[in-house]
C-alpha cells in the first residue's frame, strides 16, 4: 500500500496568513493526489484534485502544486472559516490512502 | 441538487451484521463510481472500498475489510449498500458514502477522486 505522511500534523496562523501543508508519498505517484478540507463536526469536502486542479466552487486562494513524492496544498490570505483538518489522499492505486491530517487553527 | 445520503447506522454487538445504505439524487447514478469511506472517533479518513459504474463492473476492497464488507448497488432505485459483518469494536465510525469522479488523462490512467460526500452515519459496535 502506498503511504501517505502529512506535515505538519498541526499549526496555527493568523487571517490574511499563507500556509502550505506537505504531503508526502511512499512511491512515485505522479499527480494522482487529491486534497479535501473537513470542517468540525461535517463531512470532508474535496478541495483538489489531480495535484493542482481546483474543484468548482473553491476559492482561488487554495493551490496545489507539486508531482512525483511531494505534494503541497497552499492557503493564501487565510480567512477564519479555513479552521478545519485537511487531508491528502493518493488515487495512483487501490487501496486508497489518505494523509493522517493537518488540523490549522486560525488565531 | 447532488446529494447522497447514508442510513442504516446504529448500535451494534460485536460479531453482528449491519447493512448501510447510500441513498444518492441529482446526478445519473449508474455512471459513477462509489467509495465507502470511514472515520473512527477523532481519527482520520480510512477508504475502505468501491464499485465501480455499471458499464466497468467490479469491486475493490481495502485489507482491512476484504472479506468481511461487501458493496453493492442497485442502480434502478440509485442505492448504494455496505453489508458489514463480523463487526469488532474497531468498526466503530462515522461511514460516509462518497461518489467519485474522474478527469481523463491522455495515455494514461485517468485522475480519480472523490467529489461528493454524504453526511455520514454512525456505527458503533459495542
Known amino acids: 500500500d502506498i503511504q501517505m505522511t502529512q506535515s505538519p500534523s498541526s499549526l496555527s496562523a493568523s487571517v490574511g496568513d499563507r500556509v502550505t501543508i506537505s504531503c508526502r508519498a511512499s512511491?512515485?505517484?505522479?499527480?494522482?493526489l487529491n486534497w479535501y478540507q473537513q470542517r468540525p463536526g461535517e463531512a470532508p469536502k474535496l478541495l483538489i484534485y489531480?495535484?493542482?486542479t481546483l474543484q468548482s466552487g473553491v476559492p482561488s486562494r487554495f493551490s496545489g502544486r507539486g508531482t512525483g513524492t511531494h505534494l503541497t496544498l497552499t492557503i493564501d490570505n487565510l480567512q477564519p472559516e479555513d479552521s478545519a483538518t485537511y487531508y491528502c489522499?493518493?488515487?495512483?492505486?487501490?487501496?486508497?490512502?489518505f494523509g493522517q491530517g493537518t488540523k490549522l487553527e486560525i488565531k | 441538487e447532488v446529494q447522497l445520503v447514508e442510513s442504516g447506522g446504529g448500535l451494534v454487538q460485536p460479531g453482528r451484521s449491519l447493512r448501510l445504505s447510500c441513498t444518492a439524487s441529482?446526478?445519473?447514478?449508474?455512471?459513477?463510481?462509489l467509495s465507502w469511506v470511514r472515520q473512527g472517533p477523532g481519527k482520520g479518513l480510512e477508504w475502505l472500498g468501491y464499485?465501480?459504474?455499471?458499464?466497468?463492473?467490479?469491486?475493490e476492497y481495502a485489507a482491512s475489510v476484504k472479506g468481511r464488507f461487501r458493496i453493492s448497488r442497485e442502480d434502478s432505485k440509485s442505492i448504494a449498500y455496505l453489508q458489514m459483518n463480523r463487526l469488532e469494536t474497531e468498526d466503530t465510525a462515522v461511514y460516509y458514502c462518497v461518489r467519485g469522479n474522474s478527469m481523463a488523462r491522455p495515455g494514461a490512467y485517468s485522475y480519480y477522486y472523490m467529489d461528493v460526500w454524504g453526511k455520514g452515519t454512525t456505527v458503533n459496535v459495542s
Open positions: 512511491q512515485d505517484i505522479v499527480k494522482y
Open positions: 464499485i465501480r459504474s455499471e458499464i466497468y463492473g467490479g469491486t
Open positions: 441529482g446526478f445519473i447514478f449508474r455512471d459513477y463510481t
Open positions: 489522499q493518493q488515487s495512483f492505486g487501490t487501496p486508497y490512502t
Open positions: 489531480a495535484a493542482s
